[in-house]
């Protein structure tokens, strides 16, 4: 049973467009949303993270849209750049008893063509 | 700063051979710690966390088991390597008491064959 769900699966965006990759939960006591991206043969680097305190988190280009009442949430990557052509995994976290622990769900790997 | 430092970068080891892969982080008194395990192409499970030296739980029985010999220092092992072991081990960190951004290591790729 997948408790976070990431779609799509793959997404090709040409330099400049919006990508917008997206990710749903089921446990309503989800309280941490992370995002993190992974470049080939390399470790997962975190790029930005939501609590539900907020609807919304940006850094720059990257922004998250968090919706609480339908438990989605969503990546937008403005002006995307070859550079940004990775794996991203969304995850989600309960901070219950301080476990740490992260469920990630099963990653989109975007193409952003130049 | 903080610094995540994983051993060995790679390792090939036979079928029903022993594993020890280790983890030491610098600069970050008392932190969590955990291990994940990533298949090739696939996502992230997250397989112990530490929250204290010699305390280890675990969060998915794949016949590996941990341990945390000192504050620093995280230390994933088994006694014999099946075909399915075979992945990228990432250690992560992150504060304790309720900190959840976890910063992950540069990994150990394992292949078992």
């Known amino acids: 049973q997948q408790q976070v769900r990431q779609s799509p699966q793959s997404l090709t965006v040409w330099e400049g467009e919006t990508a917008i990759l997206n990710c749903s939960y089921e446990?309503?006591?989800?309280?941490?949303f992370p995002w993190y991206h992974q470049f080939p043969g390399e470790s997962p680097a975190l790029l930005i993270a939501?609590?539900?305190?907020?609807n919304k988190k940006e850094d720059g280009r990257f922004t998250i849209f968090f919706n609480k009442r339908e438990k989605k949430f969503s990546l937008h990557i403005a002006d995307s750049q070859p550079g940004d052509s990775a794996t991203y995994f969304c995850?989600?976290?309960?901070?219950?008893?301080?476990?740490?622990?992260?469920?990630f769900g099963l990653g989109t790997t975007l193409q952003v063509q130049p | 700063a903080q610094t995540i430092h994983q051993w060995p970068v790679a390792e090939i080891k036979a079928v029903g051979s022993p594993l020890s892969l280790g983890c030491t982080i610098k600069?970050?008194?008392?932190?969590?710690l955990y291990w994940y395990w990533q298949a090739t192409g696939g996502t992230l499970q997250q397989l112990f966390y530490?929250?204290?030296?010699?305390?280890v739980e675990s969060v998915v029985q794949l016949n590996l088991s941990a341990s945390r010999p000192k504050d620093d220092q995280f230390i994933l092992s088994t006694e014999k390597l099946l075909l399915s072991h075979s992945g990228f081990y990432l250690c992560?960190?992150?504060?304790?008491?309720?900190?959840?951004?976890?910063?992950f290591g540069p990994g150990t790729r394992l292949t078992v064959l």
């Open positions: 992560a960190w992150s504060l304790t008491g309720g900190g959840y951004e976890q910063y």
């Open positions: 446990d309503s006591t989800f309280d941490y």
């Open positions: 939501i609590r539900p305190v907020s």
């Open positions: 995850a989600a976290s309960d901070g219950a008893g301080n476990t740490g622990k992260l469920i």
């Open positions: 600069g970050k008194s008392s932190p969590n």
């Open positions: 530490s929250i204290t030296v010699g305390q």
